[in-house]
T-cell receptor, first 112, second 112 residues
Framework: KQEVTQIPAALSVPEGENLVLNCSFT??????LQWFRQDPGKGLTSLLL?????REQTSGRLNASLDKSSGRSTLYIAASQPGDSATYLC???????????FGDGTTLTVKP | SQTIHQWPATLVQPVGSPLSLECTVE??????LYWYRQAAGRGLQLLFY??????ISSEVPQNLSASRPQDRQFILSSKKLLLSDSGFYLC???????????FGQGTRLTVV
């Protein structure tokens, strides 16, 4: 059974810092890994999708990497801003019908 | 472009009452559809998924059921709600088993 772990559970940083969020998974037989952002009481916004054959994806200040063999992904946020404050979730997609397994998320607070 | 609609946004229901949450997708055909539940401060747990009309797979035994009466419509139901059914329910779709997942804005259900 696939298990996804995100570390740390919470992170507080001053504005302008670069930071890294970690995601690990136990079964490397995945189709892709997706990073999401969730604001309080809201749905999920897709940030980056990395297919299993890819090593990294970039969008603006965000960079996500994938090491499928070791079961790890990182989300790098450059020059953090207060508007980046949210919960970040990673999910791996695998198996019949492409079911996604989620980690519990990292709650990020960026202080002005 | 594709969009996903989920309603209602919030719902307060008494114990023992029925439930019907609806999700519709626009702009695509034969999507994979998913219902997830999110407990407070946790990741998402897959409840049901569907790869076609009338095809429903359940991931977790529970007090809920799902139906897909039309290609782009996914309904989550209960005949009698329990207090433990409270949570944040999210509908999602993807074009295939290995493609990106997109989420609705969620329904906050409180059973009182």
């Amino acid at each position: 059974k696939q298990e996804v772990t995100q570390i740390p559970a919470a992170l507080s940083v001053p504005e302008g810092e670069n930071l890294v969020l970690n995601c690990s998974f136990t079964d490397s037989a995945i189709y892709n890994l997706q990073w999401f952002r969730q604001d309080p009481g809201k749905g999920l916004t897709s940030l980056l999708l990395i297919q299993s054959s890819q090593r990294e994806q970039t969008s603006g200040r965000l960079n996500a990497s994938l090491d499928k063999s070791s079961g790890r992904s990182t989300l790098y946020i450059a020059a953090s801003q207060p508007g980046d404050s949210a919960t970040y979730l990673c999910a791996v997609k695998a198996g019949a019908a492409g079911k996604s397994t989620f980690g519990d998320g990292t709650t990020l607070t960026v202080k002005p | 472009s594709q969009t996903i609609h989920q309603w209602p946004a919030t719902l307060v229901q008494p114990v023992g009452s029925p439930l019907s949450l609806e999700c519709t997708v626009e702009g695509t055909s034969n999507p994979n559809l998913y219902w997830y539940r999110q407990a407070a401060g946790r990741g998402l747990q897959l409840l049901f998924y569907s790869v076609g009309i009338g095809q429903i797979s359940s991931e977790v035994p529970q007090n809920l059921s799902a139906s897909r009466p039309q290609d782009r419509q996914f309904i989550l139901s209960s005949k009698k709600l329990l207090l433990s059914d409270s949570g944040f329910y999210l509908c999602a779709w993807s074009a295939g088993q290995s493609t990106e997942a997109f989420f609705g804005q969620g329904t906050r259900l409180t059973v009182v």
